[in-house]
């Protein structure tokens, strides 16, 4: 019984976060007579809301290299849904205690950061997304086979992942090729790794990726080094020539 209503007060207080326009209208609408924010408030309490979904968002998605822009959208879903169901409540209930209604608008919008969140979670799961390593079984440029290989993955498409692959071989000599650290995704093999950035990423089906996991993130500096070497998409006409030239190569 305490665990629950422990939940049920975590809820509120998360709820009450993120619905604070709405609960600080119709708690100020309800004085004698009755008042309205100033533009102080407003821009207070959807501050605090904001901050609050920004923070749910953030716990919901995988930590990964360019992440800011499906953040902000997550973000701002939740901050609809959550008005959009704190009005629903208002509706419901119907009510003149307002201490009530404020309650109920704060539990509903708290349930539904939860149910946010773990969509997101379950969603994302097993789903590789721009930015990060995962393992693979990664198609050859030269035949029609595929190894298991780590790879970075830059790009997702209907049914595919566009990835860069990682390999331990030494390529140093290529200028197609840079070293990627181990930082954040392999602290076991102790091995140099080498990334392909010169060359058109390679498709993977989304059922060839090996773990529901990924290994890690793709290391800043590198990340930063594919962003401006922009690999071509596939089935451009500069693609295919790159991919002519790289094909030619050894693995």
């Known amino acids: 019984m305490g665990g629950c209503l422990v ?3 975590a809820l509120t207080i998360v709820g009450e976060l993120l619905a604070a326009p709405v609960w600080l209208y119709d708690v100020l609408a309800a004085q004698t007579p009755p008042q309205r924010p100033g533009v102080l408030e407003w821009v207070v309490s959807i501050g605090i809301s904001t901050l609050t979904a920004v923070a749910v968002a953030w716990t919901a998605g995988r ?7 499906s953040l902000a959208v997550h973000t701002m879903i ?29 539990l509903a919008a708290g349930l539904t ?4 969140r773990r969509g997101v979670r379950t969603w994302e799961r097993k789903r590789p997304l721009p930015g990060e390593i995962w393992l693979a079984r990664v198609p050859f440029r030269d035949r029609d086979e595929a190894a298991p290989h780590y790879c970075v993955v830059v790009g997702r498409r209907f049914g595919h ?6 390999t331990s071989q ?5 200028d197609d090729f840079v070293r990627i650290p181990n930082v954040g995704w392999d602290t076991v093999s102790g091995k140099d790794h080498w990334l392909e950035i010169g060359l058109t990423p390679r498709r ?6 090996l773990k529901s996991r990924p290994q890690g993130a793709c290391p800043r500096t590198t990340w930063r080094q594919i962003r401006d070497r922009r690999p ?9 020539q790159r991919a002519g030239q790289g094909s030619s190569r050894p693995e």
């Not at 990964?64 to 822009?69: A, L, N, T, Y």
Request: proline share 3%; with cysteine.
């Open 113 to 116: 950061a939860v149910l946010f």
């Open 63 to 69: 930590r990964r290299s360019g992440r800011g822009v």
């Open 232 to 240: 071509e998409v596939p089935g451009s006409r500069a693609a295919g």
């Open 161 to 166: 992942a566009d990835v860069l692959q990682i």
């Open 170 to 174: 030494n390529k140093d000599t290529r």
């Open 7 to 9: 939940i049920l007060l």
């Open 204 to 209: 993977v089906p989304y059922v060839d990726f």
């Open 78 to 106: 939740l901050l609809g849904l959550c008005t959009a169901v704190a009005l629903w409540m208002r509706d419901v209930v119907e009510t003149d205690n307002y201490t009530l209604e404020a309650g109920l608008e704060s």
